[in-house]
T-cell receptor, first 111, second 109 residues
């Protein structure tokens, strides 16, 4: 059972570089979301989607873009990375307001 | 804006002891969930509580949702080393999940 798959697991970027964190789920969940996890801060919602073609901002959306062209995929784009974006990123999916299923996380370091 | 505060932030106890973790907010949530996260992995759901005043038991874990649906507690009886991990509460409003600041629990054998 694949569940939620995130790639890459580790990434190092230089300030100003761009990259995309990939997230795919095979559970036919309508709801998908991206979080960042920093020490002492818990998980903070970046962006979420309730279905293909529908996205919305969470608590900390600045510096990140998302799109949802299919039910399965929900990529997170960093257009110009900054050191403040160094974090562990988690993608999660669920039936709307149900149990969140998380990926294993992507650890990003911005130098 | 961090809507949910958890206490304590860190907890280190001996095997067999009891403990309680608190999750407090000034906001009302339609439901509240508790997750446990182990190092290098994503959080995993433990329980969902929906009704104000609701109490749910999961083996040695007891979860309570406050009457006003603003706060919750997690009580663990006779803690075991396998309970070690980061415990996160999450309040749900509409389509958004708001996670607490987390409680890192270490149970020493």
């Amino acid at each position: 059972n694949a569940g939620v798959t995130q790639t890459p697991k580790f990434q190092v970027l230089k300030t100003g570089q761009s990259m995309t964190l990939q997230c795919a789920q095979d559970m036919n969940h309508e709801y998908m979301s991206w979080y960042r996890q920093d020490p002492g801060m818990g998980l903070r919602l970046i962006h979420y989607s309730v279905g293909a073609g529908i996205t919305d901002q969470g608590e900390v959306p600045n510096g990140y873009n998302v799109s949802r062209s299919t039910t399965e995929d929900f990529p997170l784009r960093l257009l110009s990375a900054a050191p403040s974006q160094t974090s562990v990123y988690f993608c999660a999916s669920s039936y709307v307001a149900g149990e969140l299923f998380f990926g294993e996380g992507s650890r990003l370091t911005v130098l | 804006t961090q809507l949910l505060e958890q206490s304590p932030q860190f907890l280190s106890i001996q095997e067999g002891e009891n403990l309680t973790v608190y999750c407090n907010s000034s906001s009302v949530f339609s439901s509240l969930q508790w997750y446990r996260q182990e190092p290098g992995e994503g959080p995993v759901l433990l329980v969902t509580v929906v009704t104000g005043g609701e109490v749910k038991k999961l083996k040695r874990l007891t979860f309570q949702f406050g009457d006003a649906r603003k706060d919750s507690s997690l009580h663990i009886t006779a803690a075991q080393p396998g309970d070690t991990g980061l415990y996160l509460c999450a309040g749900i409003t509409g389509n958004q999940f708001y996670f607490g600041t987390g409680t890192s629990l270490t149970v020493i054998p």
